[in-house]
C-alpha cells in the first residue's frame, strides 16, 4: 500500500517562506513522475511544480524564481521551497506520484496516482 505525505505547512506574512516536505512508503519519489499541486477555495486544484524522476522541475509561471525543488533520495523526500510568498499563494498543497516512469512529465493531476492529504499554506498580507 502506497502513502504519500506532506508537511511543512503553515502561516506566514508575504514575503515570508516555507518549505514543504513530501515522503512516501511504499514508492520511491525518485523512480517516477512526483508533482506538487495546489487548491485554493473555490478554485480548481492547479499544478505548482512537476519533478521528473531525475529531480528536474518545471514551475507554473506565477512561481518561478520564488520556489525551488530539491530531493534527499536516501530518504526518499522531495521538498518544495517557497519564497517571498504571497496571499494568492494561499491553499492547500498536495504531493502526488505517479505510476509514469517515462521521461515526460504530464502536468495534469489525472496521470497522478498517489496523493497525500495535502498541508495548507497562508500567506496574509
Known amino acids: 500500500q502506497v502513502q504519500v505525505q506532506e508537511s511543512g505547512g503553515g502561516s506566514v506574512q508575504a514575503g515570508g517562506s516555507l518549505t514543504l516536505s513530501c515522503t512516501a512508503s511504499?514508492?520511491?519519489?525518485?523512480?517516477?513522475?512526483m508533482a506538487w499541486f495546489r487548491q485554493a477555495p473555490g478554485k480548481e486544484r492547479e499544478g505548482v511544480a512537476i519533478i521528473d524522476r531525475n529531480g528536474t522541475p518545471t514551475f507554473r509561471e506565477s512561481v518561478k524564481g520564488r520556489f525551488t525543488a530539491s530531493q534527499d533520495n536516501a530518504k526518499n523526500k522531495r521538498f518544495l521551497q517557497m519564497n517571498n510568498l504571497k496571499p494568492e499563494d494561499t491553499a492547500v498543497y498536495y504531493c502526488?506520484?505517479?505510476?509514469?516512469?517515462?521521461?515526460?512529465?504530464?502536468?495534469?493531476?489525472?496521470?497522478?496516482?498517489?496523493w497525500g492529504q495535502g498541508t495548507q499554506v497562508a500567506v496574509s498580507s
Open positions: 502526488a506520484a505517479s505510476r509514469r516512469f517515462s521521461d515526460y512529465c504530464p502536468p495534469e493531476s489525472r496521470h497522478y496516482h498517489y
Open positions: 511504499g514508492w520511491f519519489l525518485y523512480s517516477s513522475c
